[in-house]
């Protein structure tokens, strides 16, 4: 059993945590002081330095978790030998929207606070090593969609697609319908729009091809 000194520090660990993604949110990554997080938690600003060693750590803190949730089901969908290459992505497209919905708040602190290229080669933080792996897991996925060997061109292809789904992000983040609703009305919409793409991308290969021959 719990003491009442562990019970009141964790409360107060998690108490920082919150006011950390709060503050995120409402101000961006870069803006928010350890002072301010420490008034907004109402406790001192040496408190938090007994729990978290600087603000990068509170961003880990905030932030692993839910990304290795997202990372562990889309390792999960992409290794069903059930569903054809085009519906692996359709349905890690759509858990990506979900996730990102369901996090409308903080999705964009969780994946772009302290980022670096998708294409880094060595991060530093832990957390840039996560989001590159779950980028990479999209990219793995296209590669099969498009049969494609060049790497520059699946990467380019990768950002595009991904640039796709962060404006279906942009149009939908503010809407007040029920997100079970909405992604239950919207899923033909957004399966179709990776159909599209995949089309373009196809015909886009298909033309280069023609050229070189």
Same mark, same amino acid.
């Given at each position: 059993?719990? !003491? $009442?000194? @562990?019970?009141?520090?964790?409360? +107060?660990?998690?108490?920082?945590?919150?006011?950390?993604?709060? *503050?995120?949110?409402?101000?961006?990554? &870069?803006?928010? +002081?350890?002072?301010?997080? @420490?008034?907004?938690?109402?406790?001192?600003?040496?408190?938090?330095? *007994?729990?978290?060693?600087?603000? /990068?750590?509170?961003?880990?803190?905030?932030?692993?978790?839910?990304?290795?949730?997202?990372? /562990?089901?889309?390792?999960?969908?992409?290794?069903?030998? +059930?569903?054809?290459?085009?519906?692996?992505?359709? #349905?890690?497209?759509?858990?990506?929207?979900?996730?990102?919905?369901?996090?409308?708040? *903080?999705? &964009?602190? =969780? =994946?772009?606070? $302290? !980022?670096?290229?998708?294409?880094?080669? &060595?991060? $530093?933080?832990?957390?840039?090593?996560?989001?590159?792996?779950?980028?990479?897991?999209?990219?793995?996925?296209?590669?099969?969609? %498009?049969?494609?060997?060049?790497?520059? #061109?699946?990467?380019? =292809?990768?950002?595009?697609?991904?640039?796709?789904?962060?404006?279906?992000?942009?149009?939908?983040?503010?809407?007040?319908?029920?997100?079970?609703?909405?992604?239950?009305? %919207? +899923?033909?919409?957004?399966?179709? @729009?990776?159909?599209?793409?995949?089309?373009? =991308?196809?015909?886009?290969?298909?033309?280069?091809?023609?050229?070189?021959?």
């Amino acid at each position: 059993m719990k !003491s $009442k000194q @562990a019970e009141r520090s964790e409360e +107060t660990k998690k108490q920082i945590v919150e006011s950390a993604g709060r *503050l995120f949110s409402e101000k961006g990554y &870069d803006s928010v +002081t350890i002072r301010a997080i @420490a008034k907004d938690a109402g406790c001192s600003h040496t408190t938090i330095y *007994l729990y978290f060693k600087d603000k /990068e750590e509170l961003l880990h803190q905030l932030s692993m978790p839910p990304l290795q949730e997202l990372h /562990e089901q889309f390792l999960y969908l992409s290794s069903l030998s +059930t569903l054809s290459s085009e519906n692996k992505l359709k #349905q890690i497209s759509l858990e990506y929207i979900h996730f990102c919905l369901q996090n409308r708040n *903080l999705y &964009d602190i =969780f =994946f772009n606070a $302290k !980022s670096t290229r998708v294409d880094e080669e &060595d991060p $530093k933080l832990e957390i840039n090593r996560l989001r590159i792996e779950i980028f990479e897991i999209m990219k793995k996925i296209i590669r099969e969609c %498009l049969a494609i060997s060049n790497e520059e #061109q699946l990467l380019a =292809f990768s950002r595009i697609y991904y640039f796709n789904l962060n404006g279906i992000l942009s149009t939908y983040s503010y809407q007040h319908e029920p997100l079970n609703v909405l992604m239950e009305r %919207l +899923t033909p919409t957004f399966n179709l @729009a990776i159909e599209i793409l995949l089309i373009g =991308f196809k015909e886009k290969l298909k033309r280069g091809n023609d050229n070189e021959g």
